[in-house]
């Protein structure tokens, strides 16, 4: 019985570890947020036609603020730049900034999230290439 409780225990622990990542002003699972891909770049100095440098996702950590410079959620996008943040309806500002990088960041974004839905947002994070 003692096995089975502990062995039980440790997957309730792994299963939060995978599923963390997002910490939000609403219980995971929520009925409304913010998702969306989280995207670097340019990733060419020079951009020609029939040659195209699409924009790379990447992973980022992501922090949303109300109006007045509340921190109201963080997240973390993944490794293919995917994200879902729930929040609580309401206007949100939300940042990125590339993981391991103290350049490479996103301009702010004002989001506004209805009730009852997930608003779509990818983020860009400028890489910095001209």
């Known amino acids: 019985m003692t096995r089975t409780f502990a062995f039980a225990l440790l ?5 939060g570890v ?21 995207l670097l770049g340019p990733l060419c100095p020079v951009q020609r036609v029939g040659s195209p440098c699409p924009d790379e996702p ?16 963080t997240g973390r996008s993944g490794p293919d730049g995917g994200y879902r943040i729930s929040l609580s309806p309401g206007t949100y500002v939300v940042t990125a900034k590339r993981s391991g990088s103290n ?28």
């Open 11 to 15: 997957i309730l622990v792994a299963l």
């Open 58 to 73: 990447i992973a980022a950590d992501i922090s949303v603020t109300d109006p007045s410079g509340k921190l109201a959620a």
């Open 103 to 130: 350049f490479q960041a996103a301009k702010p974004v004002t989001v506004r999230v209805a009730a009852g839905a997930f608003t779509p947002l990818d983020i860009e994070v400028d890489s910095g290439i001209r």
């Open 18 to 38: 995978a599923c963390g990542g997002a910490t939000t002003g609403q219980p995971p699972g929520g009925t409304s947020g913010i998702q969306g891909t989280v």
